[in-house]
């Protein structure tokens, strides 16, 4: 297995080069990287979770002569990155005014800070309102129309499962719609990142398995809408990322201070953040963001991608074949939906072995009559509309009502049979 953790370390390097600090023991460079960024910085952090984490980042900080505007970390965000969130940052932006914003945490933090600091250069200009800038190379045209510019993002992440630290993306979550959407932009991809894998070990059991399933699903979407000119380093990082998961998530859930399994679901979540930098995610996150109020993220796209699998079949069979040997399986002469199929069974199979759900109906809160008419009218919404075209097998609003319906009706179920192919 090593091998794979070398070739994790030979990928992201050759896309990172040295702009990037990570690996083990690398939080105490967190001075030196901020620092080359901004010396008044406003530092959001979740302290309860993670203290100790922030307390190393914090006398780094002191250390280098950077001064915390606040006096200490604000409060981050919860889990899903609530508007709300983003508002609250936007306004301590506004009142300390830093030169410089640190996010210290999980996705949800870290896409709160791209958030708001959008709306702290933009809010005045175009919009206070976050929804304005959701969609694909929003925030990048008002920055063009009317000459701000935002300021610089550092982040710190301490979770293995999103990548945000790594991406262009920001998810943000209307609480009362019960809906996530998102903002896709270069624009918002922080300055400077450092992910100290050890910093991972607080996290409990069940969210290391939703982190691992997260990364899973950006390696495994990306590689399925891969096109000829990025299919060979798409296949590489999706099958370095499945070995080092599926090798590793065990250990690192039964025994959360496995270091080497730490080290493993870190490299596989840097890799999907390098994944979903070259192409998009689809199905699986798309349907994800109708479930933020009964599941997590990550264990929505676990949960969803073998059943989009099957949908997908035709157009990845190329895809479907090198992916039954990333799990270990002969596809032994299967072809069509027979292969997909049995994509799909190992795709479940290693889900169970880490004690996630398969089905929605495993979902302790999923409601079948609230679930599936949401999931349904997202796919339609304009602003996620990337999720549909990223398909392997593109939809638009028009195709959802046939073609989607049958795909949550199944994961509803655990039966495949109810998914019609385009």
């Given at each position: 297995m090593d091998e794979f953790k070398n070739k994790a370390y030979e990928l992201l390097k050759e896309w990172k080069g040295t702009d990037y600090v990570f690996g083990v023991d690398c939080l105490d460079k967190a001075g030196q990287v901020?620092?080359?960024?901004?010396?008044?910085?406003?530092?959001?952090?979740?302290?309860?979770?993670?203290?100790?984490?922030?307390?190393?980042?914090?006398?780094?900080?002191?250390?280098?002569?950077?001064?915390?505007?606040?006096?200490?970390?604000?409060?981050?965000?919860r889990p899903n990155s609530p508007k709300d969130d983003v508002y609250r940052i936007t306004?301590?932006?506004?009142?300390?005014?830093?030169?410089?914003?640190?996010?210290?945490?999980?996705?949800?933090?870290?896409?709160?800070?791209?958030?708001?600091?959008?709306?702290?250069?933009?809010?005045?200009?175009?919009?206070p309102e976050v929804d304005h800038y959701f969609g694909t190379g929003i925030v990048s045209t008002c920055l063009a129309s009317t000459g701000r510019k935002m300021l610089p993002l550092v982040a710190i992440e301490t979770s293995a499962s999103s990548g945000s630290h790594l991406t262009?993306?920001?998810?943000?979550?209307?609480?009362?719609?019960?809906?996530?959407?998102?903002?896709?932009?270069?624009?918002v991809v922080p300055v400077r990142q450092i992910f100290d894998y050890k910093a991972t070990c607080s996290m409990p059991a069940s969210v290391t398995m939703d982190g691992a399933?997260?990364?899973?699903?950006?390696?495994?979407?990306?590689?399925?809408?891969?096109k000829e000119e990025n299919y060979d380093i798409t296949r590489k990082i999706c099958e370095t990322a499945v070995a080092l998961v599926t090798g590793y998530a065990k250990r690192a859930?039964?025994?959360?201070?496995?270091?080497?399994a730490r080290e493993a679901l870190g490299l596989a979540t840097d890799l999907g953040g390098y994944a979903i930098m070259i192409g998009g995610t689809s199905g699986g996150h798309l349907t994800s963001f109708s479930l933020v109020d009964c599941t997590t993220h990550g264990t929505a796209c676990g949960?969803?991608?073998?059943?989009?699998?099957?949908?997908?079949?035709?157009?990845?069979?190329?895809?479907?074949?090198?992916?039954?040997?990333?799990?270990?399986?002969?596809?032994?002469?299967?072809?069509?939906?027979?292969?997909?199929?049995?994509?799909?069974?190992?795709?479940?199979?290693?889900?169970?072995?880490?004690?996630?759900?398969?089905?929605?109906?495993?979902?302790?809160?999923?409601?079948?009559?609230?679930?599936?008419?949401?999931?349904?009218?997202?796919?339609?919404?304009?602003?996620l509309k990337m999720k549909l075209q990223n398909m392997p097998v593109p939809m638009t609003a028009d195709d959802v009502d046939e073609y989607m319906t049958g795909i949550l009706e199944a994961a509803c179920t655990g039966d495949l049979s109810l998914i019609k192919e385009m």
């Open positions: 901020i620092s080359s960024v901004g010396r008044k910085v406003l530092l959001v952090a979740n302290t309860r979770h993670m203290k100790d984490t922030v307390d190393e980042v914090l006398q780094s900080v002191s250390e280098s002569g950077i001064e915390v505007v606040t006096g200490g970390p604000v409060p981050g965000a306004t301590y932006i506004l009142q300390f005014r830093p030169d410089c914003v640190v996010a210290v945490g999980g996705g949800s933090t870290i896409d709160v800070c791209k958030a708001a600091v959008v709306l702290s250069a933009l809010g005045s200009a175009v919009t262009k993306y920001a998810n943000v979550t209307d609480v009362i719609e019960g809906q996530k959407k998102i903002i896709v932009d270069q624009a399933l997260d990364a899973l699903s950006h390696t495994i979407e990306v590689f399925w809408g891969a859930v039964d025994n959360p201070d496995d270091i080497e949960l969803m991608n073998p059943y989009y699998a099957v949908f997908y079949s035709k157009a990845i069979q190329r895809q479907l074949k090198e992916m039954l040997s990333f799990f270990g399986k002969d596809d032994s002469g299967l072809s069509g939906r027979e292969l997909a199929v049995a994509v799909a069974t190992a795709m479940m199979d290693f889900s169970r072995s880490i004690g996630a759900p398969t089905k929605l109906t495993d979902i302790r809160g999923f409601d079948h009559d609230v679930h599936v008419p949401r999931a349904v009218k997202a796919a339609k919404d304009p602003s």
